[in-house]
């Protein structure tokens, strides 16, 4: 059996091996990744990915600096016979091993993609810091599909500097999945089954102004602009539990809907522990041993499921991001345009918004009826409607 295990304490991620000797190589790369302002859960994230290779050059009796292309594909092989872990994301990292143990429902293409990804990210950091002399094992190649598009629909400035982007040459492909909107009568579900205002908060923000999870429990007292009737959605790394807004692009968010300001405004004045000297909006209330804590993504996630239950909606892709993907289909069939929709998400690639431009399958059913004209009022042979 092999294993290893890491934890995130005081900033820093720490990886050990079976003897609890610390893998240095990872720990170094985790190191560089939140220095350079990576996000806790995304170093995190490229840590565990590591620990997919460590396992594999182990089983193979190979130093890290002798992966070659030729080995990056049995490593492939390796990925896809790893076991799928689906409990709840813990902020610890261990990973088990075991030979001759049965094979459960292995890693997603997508997941086996982002391991390549922090592989090849890992390499060229190596590459930077001299621990590795020779070409990166994830090999790269250029991208043929750009240059299939029309020149309308071309990258400015592609013409002029002839750069072509590149891809690796190992990679799954991934099926492609639009977001999953909450319907009405499961937003009226959600809504009525909130217990507090809080709750009750929280989901209208996500809602009704497309607020990331992470945004919302980062948000303070002062972001909040109550006679221009908007959010400010700062970048700040200040949650003690580690909520923080994935762009690092601040936006204004307004909120017109007369609902959410109001909602959020009675929580302040008459929930909110009035005792605490903390900026964040959302505390965990009650008389418990974390009162005045700044609400956690466990705690959202844990609420917001309960909710869903208490509704009778609990469904696995519902989960509070869906919130945001519900405002955003709402938005784009309302009629806002991609740029302005764009800008009110935070995306900084527009490719992130087009995913909601998509015609949904009830647009197409209704223009399908139009086309057929099932939707039109039946006509008597005068012209008179039946």
């Not at 892709?317 to 929709?341: C, F």
Request: with cysteine.
């Amino acid at each position: 059996m092999f294993k290893l295990t890491g934890s995130v304490s005081g900033g820093t991620i720490l990886v050990t091996d079976l003897d609890g000797n610390p893998v240095e190589p990872i720990c170094r790369f985790a190191a560089y990744l939140l220095a350079k302002a990576y996000s806790p859960n995304t170093a995190l994230a490229y840590a565990r990915d590591l620990i997919h290779l460590w396992t594999f050059l182990s089983t193979q009796g190979i130093h890290w600096t002798s992966f070659s292309p030729e080995l990056s594909a049995a490593f492939l092989g390796h990925l896809r016979s790893v076991p799928a872990n689906r409990k709840r994301r813990d902020t610890s990292i261990r990973l088990v091993v075991s030979e001759g143990a049965p094979v459960a429902k292995g890693l997603s293409a997508a997941t086996i993609n982002r391991a390549l990804v922090a592989v090849d990210a890992f390499y060229r950091w190596a590459i930077f810091t001299g621990a590795f002399s020779v070409a990166n094992p994830i090999v790269k190649k250029q991208d043929q599909t750009s240059w299939r598009v029309s020149d309308r629909h071309r990258p400015f400035l592609t013409g002029i500097l002839r750069q072509r982007s590149e891809v690796r040459e190992l990679r799954l492909k991934t099926m492609q999945r639009l977001p999953r909107p909450m319907n009405q009568q499961q937003v009226e579900g959600l809504m009525a089954a909130t217990r507090n205002l809080r709750d009750r908060s929280l989901v209208l923000l996500m809602l009704n102004g497309g607020l990331r999870p992470g945004e919302v429990l980062g948000l303070h007292l002062a972001d909040i602009g109550y006679g221009r009737r908007r959010i400010f959605v700062r970048c700040r790394d200040d949650h003690p539990k580690g909520a923080r807004s994935k762009s690092r692009v601040e936006r204004v968010v307004d909120l017109h809907d007369g609902e959410t300001l109001e909602t959020l405004n009675a929580y302040v004045m008459h929930e909110r522990p009035s005792d605490a000297d903390v900026p964040f909006v959302f505390l965990v209330g009650g008389t418990g041993v974390n009162r005045q804590e700044p609400l956690s993504y466990s705690a959202l996630a844990r609420l917001f499921a309960r909710a869903c239950e208490r509704a009778e909606i609990r469904e696995p892709w519902m989960t509070p991001h869906a919130l945001r993907h519900t405002h955003a289909t709402r938005m784009w069939e309302a009629g806002m345009r991609e740029l302005t929709l764009q800008k009110r998400l935070g995306h900084a690639s527009p490719e992130s918004t087009r995913i909601y431009t998509r015609v949904s399958d009830a647009v197409v059913v209704a223009e399908y009826r139009h086309a057929l004209g099932l939707d039109r009022p039946s006509q008597t042979t005068d012209g008179e409607a039946l």
